[in-house]
């Protein structure tokens, strides 16, 4: 059984950082990668990024490129969202999902989610 658990979300200001920890578990190793995604009130839920489960390649929202950074602790199993320099419009509940096989910005694609944390951005 595969297990995925966010954590880390809160309120800031704009200009803060913030940093999301997935932790993962269970079956692991016909991951592809892991990705992150988030939902604004009313939004679809859109892709933010991802990192490759095993070499470790990355790939962003054209968006977020340059304030946020996916990485791995292998020691841990997680997968952390780190998010410099936040604005209002980053303002959703950000989920972390694993995908065995496809496109990794394709929603349609992850097979395993976790539960999301809050994370909101004051102007």
């Known amino acids: 059984q595969v297990q995925l658990v966010e954590s880390g979300g809160g309120l800031v200001q704009a200009g803060d950082s913030l940093r999301l920890s997935c932790a993962v578990s269970g079956r692991t190793f016909d991951f592809s990668a892991v990705g992150w995604f988030r939902q604004a009130p009313g939004k679809e839920r859109e892709f933010v990024g991802s990192?490759?489960?095993?070499?470790?390649?990355?790939r962003y929202k054209d968006s977020v490129k340059g304030r946020f950074t996916i990485s791995r602790d292998n020691a841990k199993n997680t997968v952390n969202l780190q998010m410099n320099n936040l604005k209002p419009e980053d303002t959703a509940v950000y989920y972390c999902?694993?995908?065995?096989?496809?496109?990794?910005?394709?929603?349609?694609?992850?097979?395993?989610w976790g539960q999301g944390t809050q994370v909101t951005v004051s102007s």
């Open positions: 999902a694993a995908i065995r096989w496809g496109l990794v910005i394709r929603i349609e694609a992850y097979d395993y």
């Open positions: 990192i490759g489960w095993k070499g470790g390649s990355t």
